[in-house]
């Protein structure tokens, strides 16, 4: 399995590789001239016509109870964050994204000015490398997205900042941080079976949000290390730079396809390149299993049978007798059995390799809310 992964991950840079030079006379410039008057609207509008990466969406159409509103995102100086995360100290910075640091700052809420630790509110300021094409196209979407994504279970965007090569987008900072750590980290406490069925009903409730869009928004890159969590563990998706929601759901470009993280990408979807709401659904059903197993979607460090997350719970799943064999020790069996079998149930109908099979995330919700 080991050799897969490390095949996988080879695929995936040569093809970047490629499409990275392909692209180049295709983007757009970030040169100085547009630094003092950047217009996001204007941007994204001429990166969309030119290498059409860029979708909005209708922030006035929604099927869901949720409805989509387009909020101004006010831009933010450099010197202030600069101020505002003590010149990017390295204390202060919170971790690595796939195109730069993200450090923590303080900013006062109204101004978006810089403020002192204890004053104003905290923030975290997440760095792109502008020299990466792809970077500065995820930078730009993400922007596009959370400029009009509002809800509880959305992280939300306090401002950005496009002076000459510096791409920075401050959002709102969440104190316990991502879900990936308090499962897999041993300098976190465990989570209680209480706070991850918490955290799996606010994730459902984000993504069914999503996806009852007009035009459903597909997250596309769906994992552990994309859920943050907040003082009270309440749980809010995070990281939008390959989010799709284009009517077809299907994705001619091979760079943005093979980006789906190995272990949480739904088989048609690494066959096809077709995707749909229902590879979100795929993802899910990944997190719900980390959630009851605490275990990595994929681990390269267990034996060859169980490197492999979904592979090696699955066939637990169905089986009363059989599925506290693969239940997260750490949990110490504190949890309720006939809830535990509703969701291990819930995750086996996720995982089905066929999507149609798959129920939408209103389904799951509902479902969730149910226990």
């Not at 993200?102 to 403020?115: M, P, Q």
């Not at 094409?133 to 509002?150: D, I, V």
């Not at 035009?215 to 995070?238: G, M, Q, R, Y």
């Not at 949480?264 to 096809?272: F, R, S, V």
């Amino acid at each position: 399995m080991s050799r897969i992964y490390d095949n996988w991950e080879r695929l995936v840079a040569a093809v970047l590789k490629k499409e990275e030079l392909r692209r180049i006379a295709l983007c757009p410039s970030f040169d100085s001239s547009i630094s003092t008057n950047f217009s996001v609207d204007s941007y994204l509008e001429d990166v969309s016509a030119v290498s059409g990466t860029c979708e909005t969406i209708d922030p006035g159409a929604s099927s869901s109870s949720s409805v989509l509103s387009y909020r101004e995102v006010k831009p933010i100086e450099y010197t202030e964050i600069k101020k505002a995360t003590k010149n990017f100290r390295h204390d202060l910075v919170l971790g690595e994204g796939g195109f730069g640091p993200v450090f923590k700052g303080w900013i006062d809420e109204d101004t978006l000015n810089a403020s002192k630790p204890g004053f104003g509110i905290a923030v975290a300021a997440k760095i792109w490398r502008s020299e990466l094409l792809r970077g500065r196209h995820e930078w730009l979407k993400e922007l596009n997205y959370l400029s009009q994504l509002s809800h509880p279970n959305i992280i939300k965007l306090m401002g950005y900042c496009k002076e000459e090569d510096n791409l920075i987008l401050v959002y709102e900072f969440m104190p316990k941080g991502s879900l990936v750590n308090h499962l897999f980290t041993r300098w976190h406490q465990s989570l209680s079976w209480t706070t991850r069925i918490k955290v799996a009903i606010d994730v459902a409730r984000g993504l069914s949000f999503l996806h009852e869009t007009e035009i459903p928004v597909i997250h596309h890159c769906f994992h552990t290390a994309h859920i943050l969590l907040d003082a009270e563990f309440n749980a809010k998706l995070s990281d939008f730079g390959l989010a799709w929601n284009h009517p077809t759901g299907l994705l001619s470009d091979m760079s943005t396809r093979l980006m789906g993280t190995y272990g949480y990408a739904a088989p048609e979807y690494i066959a096809t390149g077709h995707l749909t709401t229902k590879c979100d659904v795929y993802g899910y059903g990944v997190v719900l299993l980390e959630l009851l197993c605490g275990r990595r979607a994929f681990d390269k460090n267990r034996g060859a049978n169980e490197e492999n997350l979904v592979e090696w719970a699955k066939p637990y799943l169905g089986d009363n007798r059989k599925l506290f064999q693969v239940m997260d020790t750490k949990l110490e069996d504190q949890y309720p059995v006939k809830q535990t079998r509703k969701v291990a149930m819930l995750a086996l109908r996720c995982l089905s390799n066929m999507p149609k099979l798959r129920p939408s995330m209103t389904e799951i919700l509902v479902a969730l809310e149910q226990l």
